[in-house]
């Protein structure tokens, strides 16, 4: 079976974070995401995957330091976990979360969190795979969120979304809303291009707010920090494929 490697500040120039490996035109936001990874080593980040050219990787770090809105003090957080293609099972996924269950016990943690939709949210976890691996439901938002938990400990207090996120609503109430951060290579790229495109095409009013701190990215109206689009102050998709012309009104269309 293939090596795993961690990336780290002395490699990361070098090796490739998985996702829009060859997608020229994100080439600047692929950078901000290793710029990210660069700045978050200092916090414990992990990025972990395949020696090889494949989307097989897993992210965490202590759940603390976060860019996520949750509440889970001496957890370990787990943020983008993918493997893809030709890469699934095969046994890569259990064997990447057992790296961060070994982790957590080493550092003599209270468990692991992570979050999923109820449902599956594109750009987001498998839920139903995670709850096969002994994840259970520690609390959930009205706009399709879940806080799953792994405990080690047994005793320790259950993780909790953070009261920004309760209402599934944004402040702006006109038009679109999207907010994201530069976790994932292909945000910034679609959020400041595809769909500036888009909404001028339908006349829709549009705000952009980048999550620039991971104390932004605590207080997020929305659990996906990677990418949430909102409609009238009301959540709507974690899928980056709305920003389209081509797919926002099929989107649009199911989901209000």
């Excluded at 982790?103 to 949210?121: E, H, I």
């Excluded at 096969?132 to 005793?155: I, M, P, R, W, Y």
């Excluded at 996906?224 to 926002?248: E, H, K, N, P, W």
Aim: net charge positive; charged share 20%.
């Amino acid at each position: 079976m293939e090596n795993l490697i961690d990336l780290n500040a002395q490699n990361i120039a070098e090796e490739h974070i998985c996702c829009a490996i060859s997608d020229k035109k994100c080439t600047d936001s692929y950078q901000a995401k290793k710029n990210w990874l660069q700045q978050e080593f200092s916090n414990g980040y992990v990025f972990r995957r395949l020696d090889t050219r494949a989307k097989v990787f897993i992210e965490y770090g202590p759940a603390e330091k976060a860019w996520l809105p949750i509440t889970a003090p001496g957890y370990l957080n787990i943020n983008c976990f993918w493997v893809s293609g030709q890469y699934k099972k095969q046994g890569h996924a259990k064997r990447l979360l057992q790296t961060a269950i070994d982790a957590a016990q080493n550092q003599q943690l209270d468990g692991l969190v992570t979050v999923v939709g109820t449902k599956k949210f594109h750009f987001m976890s498998d839920t139903k795979w995670f709850l096969k691996q002994g994840f259970v439901e520690a609390d959930k938002t009205s706009s399709g969120f879940s806080l799953l938990v792994k405990k080690l400990n047994a005793h320790a207090p259950d993780p909790v979304f953070n009261d920004s996120v309760r209402s599934g609503q944004c402040p702006e109430t006109k038009g679109i809303v999207v907010y994201y951060s530069n976790r994932c290579p292909f945000a910034e790229f679609h959020a400041l291009n595809s769909l500036q495109e888009t909404a001028k095409k339908r006349n829709l009013p549009l705000s952009v707010i980048k999550l620039e701190t991971m104390e932004q990215a605590q207080q997020s109206p929305s659990p996906a920090t990677i990418f949430s689009m909102f409609y009238q102050g009301q959540f709507v998709t974690t899928d980056l494929s709305v920003c389209m012309d081509s797919r926002y009104d099929k989107i649009m269309s199911k989901a209000l």
